[in-house]
């Protein structure tokens, strides 16, 4: 008979799948902590458009002319929420100087079409090719731009801390509420039993996303709104697993004896009772977290979950799957592709732990 690895940490390492799953999700939070950093466009939210460059392919080129603001902006700049822009970009395919006067051609212009830069946009006294030597330069969308310009990469990585936030939210609330419910509901029985699963039938009977879209138009939309909102959904499935659990395990021998010993129902409850349903509880965890990253990005794709100018990996797909069958897929294609790889490492990962958590095997 083949003996099982000890420990949750050398089960887990002998099950390929779960480990790299596991890899693929702490990559996912270091590229969502650390995306303003990885970001080729670091303003706030990756929001810098160039109309006249939307819908470009991957490995795009095309010179920038930075022009310095004449009322920067006073929005704070931050490691965290991205860097105020203090300059104009404008793509161009070509500049000159004439009769002392900076004259570009604009990106999709005709050829020979030249247009001046106005000399209060400049720096007084600078030498003009010195200025542009040192505000002219060629810049790359590895991934193409988007329908307004926007570098699609940038957006993609900014786009991965919604999703992200929102399965941490929503499992955090999830098992806030379903715990304290389903542990009463389990421990006490009677009444408080059949109220509490009364009401968890009654939300258990509703629709998970028009239950989300309900609350949604209650609390309004936005950000922190969407992730409150998918996680009063969700706690009905921890509630039910700790109220199953709860029901059992207060009838063993142990815990009969917490009460001949005078434990108060709150210790018995806390420390004797949920300790032992960690592990059932982070493999359902798991399988939420992936529930609500493809809730959130449903209602990103309905118009009522992150709000514009938020990257949301499904609002993305909202804006460009008319682009599936105009010959450029990928602008629909990769935020979609981002979803389900973070959805199946999280199943996946739910699995693995699963077996790994599984002392019965």
Not at 200 to 206: A, E, G, K, L, T
Request: glycine content about 8%; aromatic content about 10%; some cysteine.
């Amino acid at each position: 008979m083949e003996r099982r690895p000890s420990g949750l940490y050398n089960r887990l390492k002998s099950n390929a799948l779960g480990l790299i799953s596991f890899s693929i999700i702490m990559i996912l939070a270091l590229v969502a902590i650390f995306a303003y950093q990885l970001a080729p466009d670091a303003s706030k939210n990756a929001n810098q458009m160039h109309l006249s460059i939307h819908s470009q392919p991957p490995g795009f080129e095309v010179q920038i002319l930075r022009l310095p603001l004449q009322q920067p902006s006073v929005d704070a700049s931050s490691f965290f929420n991205g860097y105020s822009i203090d300059h104009d970009a404008i793509p161009i395919e070509d500049w000159r100087i004439q009769n002392g006067v900076l004259e570009i051609r604009p990106f999709g212009r005709r050829q020979g079409y030249y247009e001046p830069i106005a000399t209060n946009r400049i720096p007084q006294g600078q030498n003009l090719n010195d200025f542009v030597s040192q505000n002219v330069e060629k810049q790359q969308f590895l991934l193409g731009t988007d329908k307004y310009g926007r570098d699609l990469l940038s957006r993609l990585i900014i786009g991965s801390r919604v999703s992200l936030a929102i399965g941490f939210v929503a499992v955090f609330i999830s098992l806030l509420i379903g715990i304290v419910l389903g542990a009463i509901s389990g421990y006490f029985g009677g009444k408080i039993d059949a109220a509490i699963m009364w009401l968890i039938n009654i939300v258990w009977s509703i629709p998970t996303l028009l239950l989300v879209i309900a609350i949604t138009l209650v609390l309004g939309r936005g950000f922190w709104q969407v992730f409150i909102a998918v996680g009063l959904s969700m706690w009905v499935e921890v509630a039910r697993l700790v109220r199953g659990q709860v029901f059992g395990l207060k009838e063993r021998t142990f815990i009969q004896a917490a009460h001949t010993l005078g434990f108060s129902n709150g210790t018995i409850i806390f420390s004797h009772l949920l300790p032992l349903l960690v592990a059932p509880l982070i493999v359902l965890s798991a399988a939420n977290f992936a529930s609500a990253i493809l809730i959130e990005s449903g209602l990103s794709f309905l118009g009522i979950g992150a709000q514009p100018p938020i990257p949301s990996w499904g609002g993305m797909i909202k804006d460009h799957f008319r682009y599936l069958l105009l010959g450029k897929p990928y602008l629909a294609l990769l935020p979609g592709l981002c979803i389900m790889l973070l959805v199946l490492a999280f199943m996946t990962l739910g699995n693995s732990l699963r077996d790994a958590l599984d002392v019965k095997n």
